[in-house]
């Protein structure tokens, strides 16, 4: 398994505004995840983080609108950019520790105004 | 389309009694299957998960089922306890274009153990 965090842990932001996800983990993983979780909704993955490569995004999720940085082994951003009120959710990030199981952060609940 | 199906949002069970939460699924591509569970304000937390070679995997309390036939899984928690009271995912690995990390989830199930 893997400890993972998240900051902030939730924030409130204006329509426009962006907002930047910090996700870390305790240990070097390859492949880290960013999930978004809407409300009354399944988790929907938006993107496979691969350290030294482009972000994979899945349909439906761009770069532009959610652009991801993955510096290192432990370490991923998401940004939620030019926010609107439907991008009010729980974004997750996780990490695949090598037997297809994931281990996800706390979540970074996200409400936009 | 959904292609994870967890068709009861909520389930209510007395303290000692078995749980059983259901989920189906549409894509047959999907190998690998998984369980989740979730408190608030945290996020999911990895429980049991399940090969398609196999029917059952036991850990614990905890026993789940495939019937690849029926595309069908179920989580048996037995005996409930109230700190199961959660949000329970089940989720899918595989599909379409051998994508063995993605995980496609459920709606979730909402477990609430009585005393």
């Known amino acids: 398994s893997a400890v993972i965090s998240q900051k902030p842990s939730r924030d409130i932001c204006q329509r426009g505004t962006s907002l930047t996800i910090q996700c870390q983990v305790d240990s070097q993983v390859t492949m880290m995840f960013w999930y978004r979780q809407q409300p009354g909704q399944s988790l929907t993955l938006i993107a496979t983080a691969n350290q030294g490569s482009e972000a994979t995004y899945e349909s439906g999720f761009v770069i532009d609108k959610f652009p991801i940085s993955r510096p290192n082994l432990t370490f991923s951003t998401l940004t939620v950019s030019n926010m609107s009120p439907e991008d009010s959710s729980i974004y997750l990030c996780?990490?695949?520790?090598?037997?297809?199981?994931?281990?996800f952060g706390p979540g970074t609940r996200l409400t936009v105004t | 389309d959904q292609q994870v199906k967890q068709n009861s949002p909520s389930l209510s069970v007395q303290e000692g009694r078995i749980s059983i939460l259901n989920c189906d699924y549409t894509?047959?591509?999907?190998?690998?299957f998984l369980w989740y569970k979730k408190y608030p304000a945290e996020g999911p937390t990895f429980l049991i998960s399940?090969?398609?070679?196999?029917d059952k995997n036991e850990d614990g309390r905890f026993t789940v089922f495939l019937n690849k036939s029926a595309k069908h899984l179920s989580l048996h928690i037995v005996p409930s306890q109230p700190g199961d009271s959660a949000v329970y995912f089940c989720?899918?690995?595989?599909?379409?274009?051998?994508?063995?990390?993605?995980?496609?989830f459920g709606k979730g199930t909402l477990l609430t153990v009585n005393p």
């Open positions: 996780s990490v695949e520790t090598g037997a297809y199981e994931q281990y």
């Open positions: 894509n047959s591509m999907f190998d690998y």
């Open positions: 399940i090969s398609s070679i196999k």
């Open positions: 989720a899918a690995s595989g599909g379409s274009g051998g994508s063995n990390y993605k995980l496609t």
